[in-house]
């Protein structure tokens, strides 16, 4: 196994290119679900998995799986589920075993590569719900009104109960 300070520091970078590659947690950073230190918190969950592979011998796909997938939900408020965690801890596990076989200049060619091809990093933006304020939805509903005076639309149904007692009320479609 390679073990020096060196090629222990190439698998570190190899980790930091997976994981700083991967859009989940590009949005997550950007987005602030890290709180204000989300980027400390990228940069520690780097050196927390690389740790991981270091502290554990035979790890499997599904171990390095639910270990990042807990990491990003406590960390980051994030649940995974877009089908990219098997393809990032493949890569890792991918880049791990290069490190192990003492591979480096495969393992350097990987990083470089995958830090290559690195697309643009993505940004979300919050789209409005129904708990916006009063005065916004008001002024949505008069535009879609005003929009629409051929065909105004339905009165809402009118309040009836229920078996219980509920007054129940419903909503426009």
Known sequence: MAASADSRALFTDGVRAVLHTWPVLQIAVDNGFGGLYGQQKADWLVD?????????????????????????????????????LPQVCVRLMQMFSQWQQGALQ?????IRLLTLNQTSRAKVTAQPSDSDSDGETQEMELESASV????????????????????LVGKRK
């Open 148 to 167: 629409n005076t051929t065909n105004p639309p339905p009165p809402p149904p009118p309040p009836h109960e229920d078996k219980d007692g509920w007054t």
């Open 48 to 84: 927390v998995v690389q740790q991981y592979f270091h502290d554990n011998d035979d790890l499997a796909q599904d171990e390095v799986e639910d270990f990042i997938s807990t990491l990003m939900d406590q960390e980051f408020q994030t649940v995974v589920d877009d089908g990219s």
């Open 106 to 110: 495969q393992l350097s060619d990987s």
